[in-house]
């Protein structure tokens, strides 16, 4: 993986903690970083190239004035106000390449300085076992400080655990072992149609990226909500505050915000294609 910095642009050291998202069902983590980006203010210092994501190119997500800037595969963002860096990624990895990828992105966050990684990232609403909605969408956590994944802080801010986490289930362990360089016979691990239930977890990016950023001895928060594929916006804006309140952010104090304390990128004003005639109705 080479970072390509931006001509003129230098990274700040200050900027420790790494925001990016994992991508997944629904595409929420890639949104609320978008929104994020777009509400910092934050400034991209340049992109990084790696031979397992596959390559796009698009329009500038965020400005209203085509200034001839071009969305690129992996953006790297940093906004020294927030003291955070973000990392957007907009096309999907190789298939059967995820563990590559996710090591070469730990080798990048570690040889960077970074000290803490936060993944935003979706689950499938179709294989969630426990559902509870009584107080509203859930923020369920993923962290590297303990064994069992368990962080007291996270669980102070009202969120839950993903039980589903089990460092001794076989394709997690399969997962600890790939990320720490260890050797394993690929008959050890089940084929495609053989997966069950509990292996629906390990089998997601966030997972490769959670394994091998703490193998580098980084630390690590998964931010994760259960969601369903279609109009995801307000799913998004759930797991952007969900990241602000784990860093300590106040989205109000964002430079530039306007009402409502965020900043739409307007990429979105197109996402969906435009509202509905209510004359059909």
């Excluded at 390559?55 to 400005?63: M, S």
């Excluded at 003291?83 to 570690?110: H, I, T, W």
Aim: aromatic share 10%.
């Amino acid at each position: 993986m080479e970072f390509v910095i931006e001509q003129g642009k230098q990274p700040h050291q200050e900027c420790s903690t790494l925001l990016l998202p994992a991508l997944s069902i629904g595409n929420v983590g890639q949104l609320a970083v978008d929104l994020l980006v777009s509400s910092m203010k934050a400034e991209r210092i340049g992109y990084l190239d790696d031979p397992f994501v596959l390559p796009c190119v698009g329009n500038d997500a965020y400005g209203p004035i085509p200034c001839g800037d071009l969305a690129l595969p992996l953006e790297a963002y940093e906004s020294a106000f927030s003291r955070v860096a973000l990392l957007q990624q907009r096309s999907p990895v190789v298939k059967g390449r995820m563990v590559e990828f996710a090591k070469n992105l730990a080798n990048f966050a570690a040889a960077s300085g970074k000290k803490h990684v936060v993944l935003l990232s979706s689950l499938d609403f179709g294989k969630w076992q426990k559902i509870d909605m009584s107080s509203g969408p859930q923020i369920y956590y993923l962290s590297s400080i303990n064994p069992d994944g368990r962080d007291d802080n996270c669980e102070q801010l009202g969120w839950k655990r993903l039980q589903e986490y089990n460092p001794a289930q076989r394709c997690w362990k399969y997962l600890s072992m790939l990320a720490e360089g260890n050797t394993m016979l690929e008959s050890n691990l089940p084929f495609e149609d053989e997966l069950e239930d509990e292996d629906y977890y390990p089998s997601l990016p966030f997972a490769a990226l959670f394994s091998c950023l703490k193998a580098k001895g980084l630390k690590v928060t998964c931010l994760l909500c259960y969601c369903s594929e279609g109009d995801n916006i307000q799913d998004a804006f759930h797991l952007a505050e969900a990241a602000c309140r784990l860093l300590g952010l106040n989205p109000n104090a964002f430079p530039g915000n306007g009402s409502g304390g965020w900043v739409i990128p307007f990429s979105w004003h197109t996402v969906y294609g435009p509202p509905p005639d209510m004359s059909i109705f």
